[in-house]
């Protein structure tokens, strides 16, 4: 069974940066897209980027564009979130997500339907 393997959260001072990393085991092919949704204590889970494997298109919430990069890893089927310059609203829940088609429902990047396999969640705490 698909697992995703989540790490790198904690807690930092707004202005810091972490690194997130997910991988998803137990699975022999490519994943067609891999990314991160997050959800803060009472608000809607959200699609935070995105990275779709074929040609390594990237998506980003507007709110962390110039700020978050998604990036592949060398292992197969891995990515990293690098989060710069954090500020108090980037606290949440952070989700690993990953789906062999991305398209089954024809639906956009921030459409949660579409990701089969999710991880367990990383907490990122952004505090003075």
């Known amino acids: 069974q698909v697992q995703l393997a989540e790490s790198g959260g904690g807690s930092v001072q707004p202005g810091g940066s972490l690194r997130l990393s997910c991988e998803a085991t137990k699975y022999s092919r490519d994943m067609a897209c891999l990314g991160w949704f997050r959800q803060a204590p009472g608000k809607q889970r959200e699609g935070v980027a995105m990275?779709?494997?074929?040609?390594?298109?990237?998506y980003y919430d507007d709110s962390v564009k110039g700020r978050f990069t998604i990036s592949k890893t060398n292992s197969k089927n891995a990515v990293s979130l690098q989060m710069n310059n954090l500020k108090r609203e980037d606290t949440a829940m952070y989700y690993c997500v990953a789906d062999e088609s991305c398209q089954r429902y024809g639906g956009s990047w921030r459409a949660s339907i579409e990701y089969t396999y999710w991880g367990q969640g990383t907490q990122v705490t952004v505090s003075s």
């Open positions: 990275l779709y494997t074929a040609g390594g298109f990237t």
